[in-house]
């Protein structure tokens, strides 16, 4: 039996992990190439079945349009703080607009996306009717990339390769990773001494010979090799002589709930038990992993670190439902494993903006509400519980100390922002905070364009901040009724009086 080896996370090695500076991964570039689409979903209701043929008819009330493909990738990264290059192809349409309008939203260069006028981006459709798929209508072209925009690549990839720091190839099989193409990403990184790190599709893995690391599915190396991998001993054999084939430094197979296995070209393989966590949806896992094994490479130089960090990005990710990106402090709370959940609700205003539109994506009635939040009460208990009534998730903005002082006057804020963040975050109907100052209302609201801005009923909605901004994108402002009115002012000097 070929030599094998259980990595337990939860012994020294969990330990580096807890010491690692994630902070430093937003000093890395990344060059994501490969097969970019548009996801599109329909939300809607099904009330009835069309009297033309025995098929739901679904009343579309919104729809919304994320990154697909090797754009989750790029979302990924970003979200964990590193800074993309893209290469791909796109079509001459509305949806290649789409593409680049979101990957300029998250800060990406999108000129790396060439264009073909004559093939149409790739687009999937899903329609949602009352919350359950009915039908994903798929728009691409599978044809190679033509001469001249294979050359325009080869020419994108030298442009940009003095930045870069790690290759992601991420492969869908939509006809922009020529061959040609394939073998000069992996050679040209190779040489310059950076980790290709790909994501593969189809049967033939010949096509990556030679990158750092290989990172497919189980069924994918099943495919790949020919053959089912049901006995242990074979799935050893066949991983190990896949590595060697392919003459790669690691091949990591991803198996789901039973964690990852790497292969390695000097070292006898190694399992990494999944992390324990409730699955809801496994879509998008697969490009978590690439995205923080590239990361991990290209910052420790350590396959078995960046693998063993991927398993546990990839624990988080599959509690979210929907295809979801990690975020970095998500990464840390989870290695520093405190216990303490609320700590994940506590995000800055740069996390928000590429956390709700994927939320939104998913068919989530975002509410945002905001203030000082000093001296918490019951008051602010049903508040907040009202609020979050109103929609699928409660975003609460706290205004910091500097703030509160310039709203409320001296002597104000009683309780410091972090203490209120935190107090805030241990509720169970605020599902994200963040600070903020109150003159960013403006530009958080036009971010983040939430579906319900909630204000208590002492304000006519006329003097709401940011009222008339949520009604321009079709928001709405939503009065929450205040029975028992609680003065802090009032709290303040009964606790000096002794009365409190």
């Given at each position: 039996?070929?030599?094998f080896e259980?990595?337990d ?12 500076d994630?902070?430093?991964l937003?000093s ?18 099904v ?16 729809e ?6 090797a754009?989750?990738?790029?979302n ?25 309008e979101?990957?300029?939203r ?11 006028s ?6 999937k459709?899903r329609v949602i ?15 190679s990339?033509?001469?001249?925009l294979?050359?325009?690549?080869l020419?994108?990839?030298?442009d940009?390769l ?6 992601i190839i ?6 922009m990773?020529t061959?040609t ?15 290709v ?12 010979r ?7 599915n ?24 896949l590595?060697?084939?392919l ?20 070292a ?16 998008g ?8 094994v ?19 990005a990839a ?7 929907g ?19 609320s ?9 928000l ?9 998913q ?13 918490l ?21 706290v ?9 409320k006057?001296e ?5 410091g922002?972090?203490q ?11 599902d994200?905070?963040?600070l ?7 530009e ?9 801005l909630?204000?208590?009923?002492n ?5 709401v ?9 079709g ?8 029975t ?10 009964q ?6």
């Amino acid at each position: 039996m070929t030599a094998f080896e259980r990595l337990d996370i939860s012994l020294p090695a969990m330990e580096r992990l807890r010491q690692l500076d994630l902070g430093e991964l937003s000093s890395l570039t990344v060059l994501v190439a490969g097969d970019f689409m548009l996801d599109e979903y329909l939300w809607g209701q099904v009330e009835r079945i069309s009297p033309e043929a025995p098929v739901m008819v679904v009343n579309v009330e919104h729809e919304t349009r994320v990154l697909g493909g090797a754009g989750n990738v790029v979302n990924n990264l970003v979200g964990l703080g590193a800074q993309v290059q893209v290469l791909g192809l796109v079509g001459h349409d509305q949806a290649a607009a789409y593409l680049r309008e979101e990957l300029r939203r998250l800060g990406v260069d999108d000129s790396g996306l060439i264009t073909d006028s004559e093939r149409q981006t790739t687009r999937k459709t899903r329609v949602i009717g009352s919350n359950q798929q009915i039908v994903r209508l798929d728009r691409e072209d599978r044809q190679s990339a033509r001469g001249d925009l294979e050359q325009n690549s080869l020419q994108r990839l030298n442009d940009c390769l003095p930045a870069l720091d790690a290759i992601i190839i991420s492969d869908y099989g939509k006809g922009m990773l020529t061959p040609t193409l394939l073998k000069s990403l992996i050679e040209t990184g190779r040489k310059q001494g950076l980790p290709v790190v790909v994501d593969p599709k189809g049967n033939d893995f010949s096509r990556y010979r030679r990158a750092t690391i290989i990172t497919p599915n189980r069924k994918e190396a099943e495919t790949a090799l020919g053959l089912a991998l049901n006995r242990p001993d074979d799935f050893i054999r066949a991983g190990n002589q896949l590595c060697q084939d392919l003459e790669t430094e690691a091949i990591l197979i991803t198996q789901g709930p039973a964690g990852m296995t790497l292969f390695r070209s000097s070292a006898p393989a190694l399992h990494i038990p999944a992390q324990t966590r409730e699955v809801f949806d496994v879509s998008g896992a697969g490009d978590t992993v690439v995205a923080v094994v590239s990361l991990g490479l290209a910052r420790w130089r350590d396959p078995v670190l960046a693998a063993t960090l991927a398993n546990i990005a990839a624990g988080v990710v599959v509690g979210k439902v929907g295809t979801a990106p990690i975020y970095r402090p998500e990464l840390e709370e989870e290695l520093q494993a405190r216990g303490e959940r609320s700590y994940e609700k506590i995000v800055s205003l740069a996390e928000l903006r590429l956390l709700v539109p994927r939320l939104q994506a998913q068919g989530k009635r975002v509410v945002f509400t905001n203030g000082c939040f000093d001296l918490l009460h019951w008051g602010h208990i049903k508040f907040l519980e009202e609020s979050r009534r109103q929609g699928d998730l409660l975003i609460v903005a706290v205004d910091s100390d500097a703030s509160v002082q310039r709203v409320k006057g001296e002597g104000r804020p009683v309780i410091g922002e972090q203490q209120r963040l935190r107090m805030l975050a241990a509720f169970k109907a605020v599902d994200y905070v963040t600070l903020f100052a109150s003159e960013q209302l403006p530009e958080i609201l036009s971010a983040l364009q939430p579906e319900i801005l909630t204000k208590g009923s002492n304000y006519p909605e006329t003097e709401v901040a940011g009222h008339d901004l949520v009604r321009s994108y079709g928001g709405q402002v939503v009065l929450i009724p205040i029975t028992d009115a609680i003065s802090i002012r009032g709290l303040i000097r009964q606790i000096k009086e002794g009365n409190a």
